[in-house]
């Protein structure tokens, strides 16, 4: 089944203490991101993936880090967590950022820094 | 950047009733889609439609590229229609602030 898979889909943390949320797709897409939704917002990018080893800053950046060393893998990286990064995380895929392309998304991370 | 502004923000429709949802872009946009966000928060691919109509079922969206707006309509919607709706365009996908729709049975 094609599918983008995130872990975990829940997670409770402290402040400082550095966490991965991974993200994963089987469709060989090119493209992928990462997204934040929070109440009254609406979803905002984080990070953007046009294929391994290119990555780019989306809206809000800032506190977060992203790799893509392999095609179907893009981990969000978060060094230091703080309060305001509490969050519903979304992780997405689409064949190429270009042309007609339907964006997949995850089932979503829901992250509470305390 | 480009702004998304998607009206209304709020909805409360009887079952059975219909609806139009609009999405504005302050800009051109490719790649425009339009999202279900069910209460479960799993966010659901609708429509691919950078131009022209489309409908699946119940619900049809049209798009006019040269005038940088899309809407979804939505016929007897139903419970299960309840939800946020976004829209979203471009190579960064940027989404709107959504419509937020409650069906009353």
């Known amino acids: 089944e094609a599918q983008v898979t995130q872990n975990p889909r829940y997670l409770i943390t402290v402040t400082g203490k550095k966490l991965t949320v991974t993200c994963s797709q089987n469709?060989?897409?090119?493209?992928m991101s990462w997204y934040r939704q929070d109440p009254g917002l609406g979803l905002r990018q984080i990070y953007y993936?046009?294929?391994?080893?290119?990555?780019d800053k989306g809206d809000v950046p800032e506190g977060y880090k992203v790799s893509r060393k392999e095609k179907r893998n893009f981990p969000l990286i978060l060094e230091s967590p703080s309060p305001n990064q509490t969050s519903l995380y979304f992780c997405?895929?689409?064949?190429?950022?270009?042309?007609?392309?339907?964006?997949?998304f995850g089932p979503g991370t829901r992250l509470t820094v305390l | 950047g480009i702004q998304v502004e998607q009206s209304p923000p709020d909805l409360i429709l009887q079952e059975g009733a219909n609806s139009t949802l609009r999405c504005n872009f302050s800009?051109?946009?490719?790649?425009l889609q339009w999202f279900h966000q069910n209460p479960w928060g799993q966010l659901i691919n609708l429509f691919y439609?950078?131009?022209g109509t489309k409908q699946n079922g119940r619900l049809s969206a049209t798009t006019v590229a040269t005038e940088r707006y899309s809407l979804l309509y939505i016929s007897s919607s139903q419970t299960t229609d309840s939800g946020v709706y976004f829209c979203?365009?471009?190579?960064?996908?940027?989404f709107g602030t959504g419509t937020r729709l409650k069906v009353l049975a």
């Open positions: 979203s365009g471009t190579y960064k996908y940027i």
């Open positions: 993936s046009m294929n391994v080893e290119v990555t």
């Open positions: 997405a895929s689409s064949l190429r950022a270009s042309g007609t392309n339907t964006q997949y």
């Open positions: 439609i950078p131009s």
């Open positions: 469709m060989n897409h090119e493209y």
């Open positions: 800009d051109s946009v490719n790649n």
